[in-house]
């Protein structure tokens, strides 16, 4: 009978070590990933700036030339 609640014993904490190791690892992949979108959510943004700047540009150009027109009229 001992031996039986020894064995569940040890049965029981070799499953509970597994799963926090799977656990751990999970979370460190999880902290990787997590790492790699921010880096490339970054990007995303610096690239998007630069675009809204290239779009006030243009906006100011379009606006500008619309209005030249308008006063040179037919």
């Given at each position: 009978?001992?031996?039986l609640?020894?064995?569940?014993?040890?049965?029981?904490?070799?499953?509970?070590?597994?799963a926090?190791?799977?656990?751990?690892?999970?979370?460190?992949?999880?902290r990787?990933?997590?790492?790699?979108?921010?880096?490339?959510?970054?990007?995303?943004e610096?690239g998007?700036?630069?675009?809204?700047?290239?779009?006030?540009?243009?906006?100011?150009?379009t606006?500008?030339?619309?209005?030249?027109?308008?006063?040179?009229?037919?």
């Amino acid at each position: 009978m001992v031996a039986l609640v020894v064995l569940t014993a040890a049965l029981l904490a070799i499953i509970l070590v597994t799963a926090l190791v799977t656990v751990l690892v999970f979370v460190m992949h999880i902290r990787a990933f997590m790492a790699e979108l921010s880096s490339a959510l970054d990007g995303i943004e610096e690239g998007a700036g630069r675009l809204v700047g290239r779009l006030k540009r243009m906006q100011s150009a379009t606006e500008a030339a619309a209005s030249e027109f308008a006063t040179a009229g037919p």
